[in-house]
């Protein structure tokens, strides 16, 4: 049975760090990915992670959040560093374990395995 749980998220004031962690259970993933989903806003990607290790970053928020994964633990990270109040939101890992093509090319719809989600607010 394939899971994924994420954990980590919290409040936090603008300018504050979380680290959010994602516990993967079940097959090898070729891709995994963090997504978004501000209020009342659509589902965004934000940072994607190969099983070579290439990561690619949405725009806003290169440079300020950092991917990574321990595969001996079988945990996707998302470090989240200078936060801003429109980094509010719900934060979901996805894996898809189909082999071929650039990560971050992959639309939601690509990704067969999601986690629950865990939330990230920012405030002033």
């Known amino acids: 049975q394939v899971q994924l749980v994420e954990s980590g998220g919290g409040s936090v004031q603008a300018g504050g760090s979380l680290n959010l962690s994602c516990a993967a259970s079940g097959p090898s993933f070729y891709c995994m990915a963090w997504f978004r989903q501000p209020p009342g806003k659509e589902r965004e990607k934000v940072a994607v992670?190969?099983?070579?290790?290439?990561?690619t970053y949405a725009d806003s928020v290169e440079g300020r959040f950092t991917i990574s994964k321990d595969s001996a633990k079988s945990t996707l990270y998302l470090q989240l560093n200078s936060l801003q109040l429109d980094d509010t939101a719900m934060y979901y890992c996805a894996g898809r374990v189909a082999r071929g093509g650039w990560c971050w090319r992959l639309a939601g719809g690509d990704f067969g395995y999601w986690g629950q989600g865990t939330q990230v607010t920012v405030s002033s």
């Open positions: 992670i190969g099983n070579d290790g290439r990561t």
